[in-house]
T-cell receptor, first 115, second 109 residues
Framework: EAEVAQSPRYKITEKSQAVAFWCDPI?????LYWYRQILGQGPELLVQ????????DSQLPKDRFSAERLKGVDSTLKIQPAELGDSAMYLC?????????????FGEGSRLTVL | SQQGEEDPQALSIQEGENATMNCSYK?????LQWYRQNSGRGLVHLIL?????REKHSGRLRVTLDTSKKSSSLLITASRAADTASYFC?????????FGTGTRLKVLA
């Protein structure tokens, strides 16, 4: 069964360091989402891609976060510099445009701890 | 920002009992979805209900939607220990989904 792949699964870093997360969506899924989930809360949308284009990054803290999906397939989310408040689970999800089921397929997430 | 609120925030029941969770959302939606998340894992899609539907069933799951009240409910019948997880509703347009705050369900064996 196709899955959304994310790496690393866990990341511990010190504040002010740079961090990067990678996501490979299910093949054929044109829409890719990055969510941030703070412990005990629901996922919060950071950025949404349609193919290689950003369609929504209104909640992305652009002074320190960046996201790209250069070839419209896999994606990277970067944080530089990391702050203590960035400690969270970073979830990637994808969906198939045109199917109109709206179902999101999530990866297992990348848990970030900033010390 | 969260789309809405799930209620209750936490629920503890005995195995075999039914569990009901409610979700309220803020904006107009095309559909509403429910997801399950086991501790430390990604979210798994459970069921989707469209804005023109009022009720939907899938196995032990029953979802209702009241667009006039901007609310939805998820009923899990005959709960099992394996149902222990957090449950989230997500409302929005066809391709953009904003999640609620979640209900933490614990099913005691």
């Amino acid at each position: 069964e196709a899955e959304v792949a994310q790496s690393p699964r866990y990341k511990i870093t010190e504040k002010s360091q740079a961090v990067a997360f990678w996501c490979d969506p299910i093949s054929g899924h044109a829409t890719l989402y990055w969510y941030r989930q703070i412990l005990g809360q629901g996922p919060e949308l950071l950025v949404q891609f349609q193919d290689e284009s950003v369609v929504d990054d209104s909640q992305l803290p652009k002074d320190r976060f960046s996201a790209e999906r250069l070839k419209g397939v896999d994606s990277t989310l970067k944080i530089q510099p990391a702050e203590l408040g960035d400690s969270a689970m970073y979830l990637c999800a994808s969906s198939f445009v045109g199917q109109n089921t709206g179902e999101l397929f999530f990866g297992e997430g990348s848990r970030l701890t900033v010390l | 920002s969260q789309q809405g609120e799930e209620d209750p925030q936490a629920l503890s029941i005995q195995e075999g009992e039914n569990a009901t969770m409610n979700c309220s959302y803020k904006t107009s939606i095309n559909n509403l979805q429910w997801y399950r998340q086991n501790s430390g894992r990604g979210l798994v899609h459970l069921i989707l209900i469209r804005s023109n539907e009022r009720e939907k069933h899938s196995g032990r799951l029953r979802v209702t939607l009241d667009t006039s009240k901007k609310s939805s409910s998820l009923l899990i019948t005959a709960s099992r220990a394996a149902d222990t997880a957090s449950y989230f509703c997500a409302g929005g347009g066809t391709y953009k989904y904003i999640f609620g705050t979640g209900t933490r369900l614990k099913v005691l064996a």
